[in-house]
């Protein structure tokens, strides 16, 4: 794999065989599907419900907090492709150039 392959890939944020799915995939209407309040019982009255909702809504903290870090992390490896991409090319220079 040459460099500019290499800052391609990254760039293209492919997934590696075996990584884990994207949580935040949609499906083909472009839904995404995320469990509800009702799914973790929030609905359910007294302390089962007030249960439900506190889980959901540490569930659903957890759940932006790791949406921020993967586009943090996005932004980051973008970057690391550009550098590479402008190391490759300075270092293609290198052979090119007279003894």
């Given amino acids: 794999m040459t ?12 997934t590696a065989p075996g990584a884990a799915p ?5 499906g083909p ?18 302390a089962l419900g007030e249960l439900g909702r506190a889980v959901h809504a ?4 957890a759940l932006a907090a790791r949406a ?5 992390q996005r932004d980051r490896l973008a970057a ?3 550098d590479l991409r402008t190391a490759a090319g300075r ?3 290198t052979d090119t150039l007279d003894a």
Avoid: C, K, M, N
Wanted: cysteine-free; aromatic content about 8%; charged content about 20%.
């Fill in 91 to 93: 270092y293609a220079t």
């Fill in 29 to 46: 209407d472009g839904a995404v599907a995320a469990p509800g309040p009702a799914d973790f019982g929030a609905d359910a009255p007294g």
């Fill in 3 to 14: 460099p500019e392959q290499f800052a391609a890939a990254i760039a293209g944020h492919r």
């Fill in 80 to 82: 690391t492709a550009d």
């Fill in 68 to 72: 921020a870090e993967e586009a943090a």
């Fill in 22 to 26: 994207d949580l935040g995939a949609s």
């Fill in 58 to 61: 540490q569930w659903a903290a």
